[in-house]
């Protein structure tokens, strides 16, 4: 086990707010961790950092960041919208200098960092080999963090962004409704698209729950953080696109059979021959409820709608969605009670 390292003196995360008076914006949903015990159990989370290369995303006045930084990384990279904390982030950067040890700080919006090339090559490991000695933690707000995770789950599918390093692990937070949405299992009713896709190319770990009340400001909800585990084989042979496209279809319509969803894959005419096609090449019954379907058989869907656009190929051009807007909103009902007599 490793020794944990002694940092030079600092103030308390609680101090360090009201001695730069900075409180947490609430249209960047900013909800801080004041506990040092809370930030210490995330970080042990996270995997094994003595050595390693780790990305912080969202520091905010520290709390994670001094927790990992207590751990020895060989380099520690934050990513920091807020430039209220440029004080704070120094001063932290300055504290792990003097032990000899390296920090850096960019002062972006994580949707917009190219995260390429971030870290030395030679801490790369083949695909299906063991983990790289990387890993990325974050206290997310909660208005980035589900477009920020559908973002990097489609770098893993492609194995770009952090993940040319191989198998980089996650270990974020999220809402406890969207955590537990991650790490569904069919017949959840939890279980939604974002359960597929996540399940398609990781593992996702909801490690604990954190109560509301251990964030300043309280959130109205309690928080679960989850680890991400990249799978060496993918659930999923096909493409990220095609993939979550039809995943969004069969979910449109998640209280009803999961053909309903499948039909807007198609021309209104063409809903019900095409739909029962694809559901007999996918050797599934039509009546199936979304949140029943396993990645496997949500595979085997996809397989068949690619077969159906080789056979016809104008259906490729064929979106639902801009089907509707042409129609216009005055026709859209009597669209939909048509729908409903096709399928």
């Known amino acids: 086990m490793s020794r944990v390292l002694r940092l030079p003196p600092l103030p308390t995360i609680r101090d360090i707010l009201k001695l730069y008076n900075v409180s947490a914006m609430k249209r960047l949903s900013q909800n801080f961790i004041l506990d040092e015990k809370l930030s210490n159990k995330i970080v042990k989370k996270a995997g094994y950092l003595p050595g390693s290369y780790v990305l912080e995303v969202g520091p905010g006045p520290g709390a994670l960041t001094r927790s990992i930084l207590r751990h020895s990384p060989e380099k520690l990279i934050v990513i920091e919208k807020d430039t209220r904390f440029k004080p704070v ?3 932290l950067t300055d504290a792990y200098a003097a032990v000899n040890g390296k920090m850096d700080v960019i002062y972006d ?14 801490v790369a490991n083949a695909w299906d080999g063991a983990a790289p000695k990387i890993y990325i933690i974050g206290n997310l ?31 974020l937070t999220f809402q406890k409704e969207v955590a537990e949405r991650l790490v569904a299992e069919p017949l959840n009713h939890q279980r939604c698209r974002l359960s597929i896709v996540a399940q398609a190319w990781t593992q996702p770990i909801l490690r604990f729950i954190i109560p509301g009340s251990a964030f300043l400001p309280k959130p109205q909800v309690d928080v679960g953080v989850v680890t991400f585990v990249p799978l060496v084989t993918p659930r999923t042979k096909h493409e990220h696109d095609i993939f979550t496209k039809v995943t969004r279809h069969i979910f449109s319509f998640r209280q ?10 198609f021309p209104l005419e063409r809903r019900k021959e095409l739909g029962e096609i694809m559901y007999k090449l996918a050797d599934l019954n039509p009546k199936i409820r979304p949140m029943q379907l396993t990645v ?48």
């Open 89 to 91: 982030l120094e001063m």
């Open 109 to 122: 919006d994580i949707m917009k960092v190219d995260l390429t090339n971030l870290f030395p090559e030679s």
């Open 141 to 171: 707000p909660f208005n980035v963090s589900t477009p920020l995770i559908i973002k990097w789950i489609q770098a893993i599918s492609e194995k770009k962004s952090l993940w040319m390093y191989g198998r980089t692990r996650m270990t």
């Open 256 to 265: 009803k059979h999961s053909v309903k969803g499948i039909g807007t894959l």
């Open 296 to 343: 496997e058989e949500i595979d085997r869907l996809v397989s068949a709608y690619k077969y159906l656009l080789e056979k016809h190929p104008e259906l490729k051009l064929y979106e639902y969605r801009a089907s509707r807007r042409i129609l216009g909103l005055s026709k859209i009902k009597d669209v939909e009670l048509m729908e409903s007599e096709t399928l």
